[in-house]
């Protein structure tokens, strides 16, 4: 079985400052890991996602996340928030061949100026 | 652009009315999801078409159906809403074994409201 945890259901930051969202997840085979944004009223984007090679994963709109399996975190971050970073995002796992993703709970962004 | 749309955007029913939600793809992608969504929670998969065969969560509702006519389209059914089927009903696409990791594309979703 496959499970993730968002720690922080709300984070704030300014305008400006590091935006760090954490995921942690548990799986019992290597792992497929992705971030996605929701903006209010629309669909799920995705930002990033880990399937094999470089730990280090860039995405789009300056995000990027880094897989370290010894801690079981795939932890997203962007070095500068902007106003138009707020959603809510969402940290999701799955695993090699056919299967369906499993959702943490999501964390919502606000971002002050 | 390929995508995923989904009509309508917005769908107001009475309780005990029946609904249906529409789903269509451009992307060819052989797995198509239905997911309810309600205010601040992570979506919830409802059941999930890969190709023509039919996998419907455990939890999922009979008050629930789905239909895939073809590999375009996928509908909702809704029989009889009541209050607590208010939500956003999202819909996502996807193809597996290329690329690796069973990335999912989703539609913008459909509002729902049950008076």
């Known amino acids: 079985a496959q499970s993730v945890t968002q720690l922080g259901s709300h984070v704030s930051v300014s305008e400006g400052a590091l935006v760090l969202l954490r995921c942690n997840y548990s799986?019992?085979?290597?792992?497929?890991l992705f971030w996605y944004v929701q903006y209010p009223n629309q669909g799920l984007q995705l930002l990033l996602k880990?399937?094999?090679?470089?730990?280090l994963v860039k995405g789009i709109n300056g995000f990027e996340a880094e897989f370290k399996k010894s801690e079981t975190s795939f932890h997203l971050t962007k070095p500068s928030a902007h106003m138009s970073d707020a959603a809510e995002y969402f940290c999701?796992?799955?695993?090699?061949?056919?299967?369906?993703?499993?959702f943490g709970k999501g964390t919502m962004l606000l971002v002050s100026p | 652009d390929a995508m995923v749309i989904q009509n309508p955007r917005y769908q107001v029913t009475q309780f005990g009315k029946p609904v249906t939600l529409s789903c269509s793809q451009t992307?060819?992608?052989?797995?198509m999801y239905w997911y309810q969504q309600k205010s601040s929670q992570a979506p919830k998969l409802l059941f999930h078409?890969?190709?023509?065969?039919?996998?419907n969560e455990a939890d999922t509702p009979d008050n629930f159906q789905s239909r895939r006519p073809n590999t375009s389209f996928c509908f909702l059914d809704i029989r009889s809403p009541g209050l607590g089927d208010a939500a956003m009903y999202l819909c996502?696409?996807?193809?597996?074994?290329?690329?690796?990791?069973?990335?999912?594309?989703f539609g913008p979703g459909t509002r729902l409201t049950v008076l």
């Open positions: 799986s019992s085979v290597p792992p497929y």
């Open positions: 996502a696409t996807s193809r597996v074994g290329t690329p690796p990791g069973n990335e999912q594309f």
């Open positions: 078409y890969y190709d023509k065969d039919f996998n």
């Open positions: 992307l060819n992608h052989n797995v």
């Open positions: 999701a796992v799955n695993y090699s061949g056919y299967s369906t993703l499993t």
């Open positions: 880990y399937t094999t090679g470089a730990t």
